[in-house]
């Protein structure tokens, strides 16, 4: 018995002292910080970072400018001789100084003539600041100066040729119309004269509707329409006809033929911006593809230009000194709408424009005009004596798409025998 009691009293204590536990427990208000303690020895080195200059690095060596300098110094941007085109509605292209102002401002032409202008360099393609090396991964592109997509200067339409293409379409594509004054010896007698006969074209258009091909007109893109020619854009297509947008080489990017591997000799590939053809060779064989594809196309080409000339539409002129035959069309009609006759007469009509650029004294701005020259015509026997056919203007146009464009079809083959061949075939239907 009196052990059992020793068992509760027991029982009884350790219950009291388990309440008592948790009351000594219970948290109570935080005390004050106690000391820092001492420092811990210093943990080992971290890997080594991206040096910050490495990315500037990959171009900005003096041995790397001087050779990419040397290359570009066999370029049709540096040896050409068009620099010397400074005026408003050249110079975007033509200078340097030209094409940074309509890339910074958005406009179509420069404010005024540029007097001290500079060829196409390494600024004009490049920006050399502004990086955005925080989000843009992309430090091949980052590095031209317009990446965005690119404003059609005849049509103000908005297109993205791709990041690394876009500096270079901004000047490779069709030039579009330009709207200076004309005057005669009254005045001006018509302030919208558009000189890129009916462009653009409309390819669901009767081909048997009339036009007036009339003087001061051309069917010239300008030299420029290697974009157009490779995105098979704005050739004169004829109604009910089918036509060959892409081609194997479709997707490439301008670099990726004339920036290809530099020659051995350092004249082609590389910032030479001309086509290394033997690369070319890797996947074709020994045949060079280029020069097939520029025979062939040259032939359609001449072919036109001889069913333009049988037509009377154009006229055909062989070089004296070279031999070399060119192909341009002859209006129909003189400045004024007037149809030419085809027999020698004494009437005078608007045979021609001659340039009569004036500066204004208040401005210094240069004004841009034209004076119409009014004659007897002295080509009468060359004139078809009608309207042209809008077939036929298609069929002029295709000419002078492909003429302008320079690369005699490279740019996209089978675009360019379609326009060409389809309107052969169009012009011996009659």
Known sequence: MK????????LAILVVASFAMASCTKEGPAGKDGKDGVDGANGSDGLPGVDATAVCMTCHTAANMDAKQAQYQFSKHFTGNTSARNGKYCARCHT???????????????????????????????KHGGFDFENSTDTVSMIMRVTDPVTMVYNDSIVDYGAMNNTCATCHQIRGTTTPKVSDTTGTVDPNYIQLAHFPLKNNEDVNTPVKFKVGQSFSVHDGNQFNLFK??????????????????????????????????????GHTLLVNEEKCKECHGVNNPITTTQDDVDFLRVSLGEELVAKKLFKKTTNPETGAVSYSAVNSHDYYGTLFPTTQTTQRFGVSLTNSNTVDPKTGMVVYNSIVKADVDAAWAQRIGRDWKYGELGAAYNYGFINSELSKGVHNPKYAKELLQKSIDYLRSY
């Open 232 to 269: 098979a854009q704005y050739g004169y297509e004829y109604p009910g006809e089918t036509y060959t947008r892409e081609w194997v080489h479709s997707d490439n990017d301008c670099v990726t033929c004339h920036m290809n591997e530099l020659s051995a000799d350092g004249k082609t590939g």
């Open 3 to 10: 052990q059992f009691n020793f068992l509760r009293m027991m």
């Open 96 to 126: 340097s100084e030209g094409y940074l102002e309509v890339t910074d401002n958005g406009q179509a032409v420069v404010r005024n003539d540029i007097a001290n202008s500079t060829r196409i360099g390494c600024v004009t393609c490049h």
